[in-house]
């Protein structure tokens, strides 16, 4: 078990832990973008399933600023207390809130679901997260 906590982000608190996790995921996402359309189109899902507006390359596109955002999160969890990295990774989520957000409240290419709930969630929590502990971390 000390083992595996060796590998864990050397910080205080959870908030790298959850960086971490969410890093791990988002690669997961990430691949599968690249590998199937199901998970873009239950997220992109208006007004149907079937007419969704999520292509191939739209896919690939997401599954490649996942891998991005996701490499940021990555290195943020084990440089948290380093201002830059801190405030990275805290825009990553700013930028993914807004895009969901948008794509739901404006652009209306996905619809209130299964697929975007847990974007939208993670996002603003993480966001809230970060932003209430600016000052733990970065001083």
Do not use: C
């Amino acid at each position: 078990m000390d083992q595996l906590a060796s590998y864990l982000p050397p910080a205080e608190g959870l908030l790298p832990k959850w960086l971490l996790l969410l890093s791990a995921v988002s690669i997961g996402n990430s691949i599968q973008a690249y590998l199937t359309l199901s998970y873009t189109r239950r997220v992109y899902n208006n007004p149907t399933p079937s007419a969704s507006q999520a292509t191939p390359l739209s896919s690939r596109t997401f599954g490649t600023y996942t891998g991005l955002a996701s490499i940021v999160r990555l290195y943020a969890a084990y440089h948290i207390t380093e201002k830059a990295w801190f405030e990275i990774a805290f825009w990553t989520y700013v930028v993914a809130g807004w895009h969901f957000g948008s794509e739901w409240l404006v652009f209306r290419t996905a619809k209130m679901g299964e697929g975007l709930v847990g974007p939208i969630v993670i996002s603003t929590v993480t966001m809230v997260w970060m932003w209430l502990q600016w000052g733990f971390y970065v001083g």
